[in-house]
């Protein structure tokens, strides 16, 4: 058994199958015997199954309109400056969002291919 605890980060890989064999057979062998690493672990993979569970969101189309309209509402209708930067960084973060969306980049990685010993 190993007796210090493994990080976060290691666990969190623990969980998500992306350790190298070695060290997730090391981690295995900690985790059996650590109720509070048992527990982290559990956890984790609670929250990856919730996760998986979620269904992609799409913004409405007219939520944008209505952010707007709203803001020019209570500036008089017209956006200040400020607002105008918002705008310009809330249809940044949408469109990077449907670029990963399509891109597949919140797809999980393949399980590492573990050489046979020869
Ligand atoms: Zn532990």
Redesign the pocket.
Known sequence: MTRI?PDSVTLNDYVDDALPEKERAAVDS?VAS?A??REMVSGLRSVVVAAAALQPAEPPRAAWARIEREIRRQSGGRLAPRWRWLAAAATLVLATFAGLKLAGVWQKPAAPVIAAPA
């Open positions: 605890h900690h650590c509070s690493c």
